[in-house]
């Protein structure tokens, strides 16, 4: 766990300078805990390896939404990359720069662009002829010229799970590659849009550089073939996508993955932008939960937790794997391991957090599921009328409650009962 904020300080697993235990005794488990420094380290090294060039680090804020979260990257000048008219709210709110918002998304909504329109963004990042002629109408009728990128899809193989690989030509995103070119030359037909740049995004949790460089190569090559045809291309959008540790995997280090971007793109004088979601919060977070009960069968060994796959969803939907460990190392040696299920309450097999782990537990020990910080609590539910999670950002010797524990009454808030 090297450059981690997560480490042990005798039996004790730490975030920064206070014990996992601590945390549950003060805010509770379920609960999501953020490491501040690791996220600040994150965001730094992205916006560093970019050296001198001109670039804009755009947030995926889907990976984790927590306002908190927002205001911090936005303080540290960060940009934002959203997919919906409830993640541009969320991003003006926590104090973000409508100048430094991208809006993605295959699915726009003729509200959402005017939203987008009437905060000023920075770019729309249009994914289809019909979507741009939505948003030339929603423009038109708003009175403005709205700030086009197209994002194309490159048609490579990011070798990631099938869920989140998104630049082959079979997945539902952006332009075909085939046909960017008439599609960039049409919009000139249209006079409330404006072309700015060219975008794309091949997929999420990738573990090797070339699938990245070969998506570069193919958009440099459109590029270069737009300029020549008169187009002013403004900026040129990579899209996120770097993986991060989960277990054994070994992604590309921020550093080099930028590094040869920019060796790419060379002496172009392009604005990049690019739009880490995971890298930047991933590794930053973990899911505190605790044991409720073990259950023994003959065939296999329960750890019941008070985590399910409402709080934590990513083992159910991609059989992913989060490293689970104890935040009070058994020390006395008594209690042996045994290879546990890790599970949740909730009525489904397929409610695990994890499977065959090694662990010497006891009933009320907790456990921290590690890399929790990116699609953890932004794809919880309130399945089984469970209350989400709280969370807790850790910034030194202070934990701050950055959101509070959902309560009963809130889960049935906005329902009726009919007369
Ligand atoms: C999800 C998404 C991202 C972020 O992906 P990560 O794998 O979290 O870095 C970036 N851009 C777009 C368009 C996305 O949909």
Redesign the pocket.
Known sequence: MSNSSFNYLGNNLFVESISLDLIAKKFGTPCYVYSQAMLTAAYKEFDSAFAKRDHLVCY?V??NSNLAILNLLSRFGSGF?I?SGGELQRVLKAGGDPQKIVF??VGKSFDEMCAGLSANILCF?VESEAELEKLNNAASKMNRIAPVSL?VNPDVDARTHPY?S?GLKENK?GIPFDEAEKIYMSAKRFKNVRITGL?C?I????TELEPFIEACRKMLGLLDCLEGQGLKIEHLDL?????IRYSAESPPSVKNYIAALCAEIGRRDQRILI??????V?SAGLLLTRVEYLKHTPYRDFAIVDAAMNDLIRPALYDAYHEILPVVVDSGGSNRTKIYQVVGPICETGDFLGHDRELALNEGDLLAIMSAG??GMSMSSNYNSRPRPAEVMVDGDCAHLIRERESLDSLMFSEVILP
């Open positions: 995926a889907k990976a990359d997919v993605s998304g990042n994002r989140i998104t995103f975008d995004h997929g999420s949790q990738l899209g996120g996508g770097l993986g739009e880490p979601g995971r890298s930047l991933g990116a699609y």
